[in-house]
């Protein structure tokens, strides 16, 4: 009876606030990406809080000055429009890959994946690029995205000092590693460490300007999540991501350069660099499953079994949520629980969307390059701050999964939605978005 209450009075809000302004929406959305931990049954059918409210933000902004009518899908070029053509095609084979996944290994549970992972992260998205237009919506997007950063770190600060989402795992004898809302570490790091590059990035662009260094800390903050979850994974992405800022930037290039051999100098008499190597040497290419067995040697095994598996399933994989099933007969060491995904980018999409939705997601990626470097090209000040958050994106995932999960695949297609909103107003030419 509480949670019908709070439900109706925290979707009433939501609605409410939305009507009246569907930038409004957008932003509540993405400061509550967690939001889907609220689980909820409606009329005997699963569901969340995330879900329902871009269910009804979609819903709105369709009635809303009758919006359904200037949604434009034609797979032609025309003069403008929100979405640019090429993306156009793109999504709708994503959600095509999608369907594909589904009818391959369909289920309630799968739709109910389905849903959550393609259509509603869609829905947002078409309404993300229909409002957001301006430099003052992205600035308030990036306000959203900061405010979401605090609040998880206040909450991972009361959980180091208390026993609240106390999980035995994650403590004493073992390596502390804080969780936040999330029930494991990697969930915290996967959504913290690209907003404390994009955040980082943008604050640091922008730093003269009045309270942009906010921004900044906002991002600090975010790393400071992904250094609590002790996410090696997370770390290692921000840091290439920064060294190639360091490297590329022209403006501070020779300074960095000087630091940067200076430190890997430094490094090569301090730390047996060549003993590192050959040790992730052994890990990935021979891993030796025991008990003190490394996490990465445990995802190297894990990438070798879905390896032999989509070779004798090469065009459609395993299908939507059926990897754990098909991955156990090539399944070596049982007592190795077998992961819901094989955490790598490139295999968890192969092994979720066969070799369709592997491509359709490379097309997407090499479309997505081919913008940020159209960015450069115009010196608009968001290249940096986007190619440092889709960076640590990918780099992660490839020993992680950052998509197929509820909060990531929307946090996906924010990124997207901001990539698509730039590139719109560069080729306005709006003098706010570029370097002087």
Known sequence: MISLILLCLAGGLFIYLSYRQILSGILIITTLLPAYLWRLDIFGLPSTFLELMIISLFIIWLIKDKNYKNINWLLKKSDFNPLPFVWRWLLILWLLAGLLALIVNFSQASLGLWRAYFLEPMMFFIVFVYTVKSPADLKKVLSALSILVLWLMILVLYQ?????????????????????????????????APMAALLIAYGLINIKLKNYYLYFVAGLFGLVLSSLSLSQGALVA???????????????????????????????????????????????????????????????????????????????????????????????????????????????????????????????????????????????????????????????????????????????????????????????????????
């Open 160 to 192: 180091n000092f208390s026993t609240w989402n106390f999980i035995t795992a994650y403590n004493f004898p073992n390596a502390k590693r804080l969780t936040g809302i999330f029930s494991y570490p990697n969930a915290l790091s996967l959504i913290s």
């Open 238 to 436: 921000l840091g290439v991501s920064f060294i190639f800022w360091l490297i590329l930037a022209k403006k501070i290039r020779k300074f960095s350069l000087a630091i940067l051999t200076l430190i890997i100098v430094v490094s090569f008499f301090v730390i047996p660099i060549r003993s590192h190597v050959s040790i992730w040497q052994q890990e990935i290419f021979n891993p030796v499953l025991d008990l003190q067995a490394s996490s990465l040697e445990i995802r190297s095994s894990q990438w070798q079994e879905t390896w032999a598996m989509l070779m004798d399933r090469p065009i459609f994989g395993a299908g939507l949520n059926a990897y754990q099933k098909t991955l156990a007969p090539y399944h070596k060491n049982s007592w190795l629980e077998i992961y819901l995904y094989p955490h790598n980018i490139f295999l968890n999409f192969w092994s979720e969307l066969g070799i369709f939705g592997l491509l359709i997601f490379l097309l997407m990626m090499g479309y997505l390059i081919y913008t940020l470097k159209k960015l450069f090209l115009t010196k608009n000040l968001w290249s940096w701050p986007l190619t440092m958050a889709w960076s640590t994106w990918f780099i992660h995932g490839l020993v992680d999964v950052p998509y197929f999960k509820n909060d990531l695949s929307v946090l996906f297609f924010i990124m997207l939605g901001i990539t698509i909103v730039v590139a719109n107003t560069d080729k306005q030419k709006d003098f706010n978005f570029h370097l002087h």
